[in-house]
């Protein structure tokens, strides 16, 4: 009677054991598409090389999208834009932007020019910046 107890015992700690297990490893999966084989196209593409060098710069390895202390948050694909887009006013010697992106608690996108906040691409203060930000858009396009 008391092995009988013993081996039912276990019996139930093992299948216990097993079940945590599985649970843990079950734990581990991202899914972010309602299918776990399947990830969203901007998780299956590098990253522009203007992020890569962004983070590169920074010893934070390569990553997805930069995003630096101080900055407002937005979406993986506008910091990306982000990127590019600072990357062309760097190498403008009059460059006179401070530029971020972040976004509006309704989810769409604010682009914050030296502090203040615009709504969209059209209202920005300089049709160069505006020009910038097209041919921006236009490279992480044609990069993805």
Do not use: C
Request: aromatic share 8%; charged share 30%.
């Amino acid at each position: 009677m008391l092995t009988a107890v013993l081996i039912l015992g276990g019996i139930v700690i093992l299948i216990s054991v097993g079940l945590l297990a599985l649970m843990f490893m079950k734990s581990n999966e991202v899914n972010l598409t309602g299918k776990t084989e399947d990830k969203p196209e901007w998780m299956k593409s590098n990253p522009p090389k203007e992020t890569v060098n962004a983070t590169r710069a920074e010893n934070e390895g390569v990553t997805l999208f930069d995003h630096d202390a101080g900055e407002r948050i937005a979406s993986p694909f506008a910091e990306q834009i982000e990127d590019i887009l600072r990357a062309k006013l760097e190498s403008d010697p009059f460059n006179k932007f401070d530029i971020d992106f972040g976004s509006a608690p309704d989810g769409s996108l604010e682009i914050w020019v030296n502090g203040s906040m615009y709504p969209s691409m059209d209202d920005l203060p300089d049709e160069g910046l505006k020009n910038a930000f097209r041919n921006a858009v236009k490279e992480w396009e044609r990069v993805k």
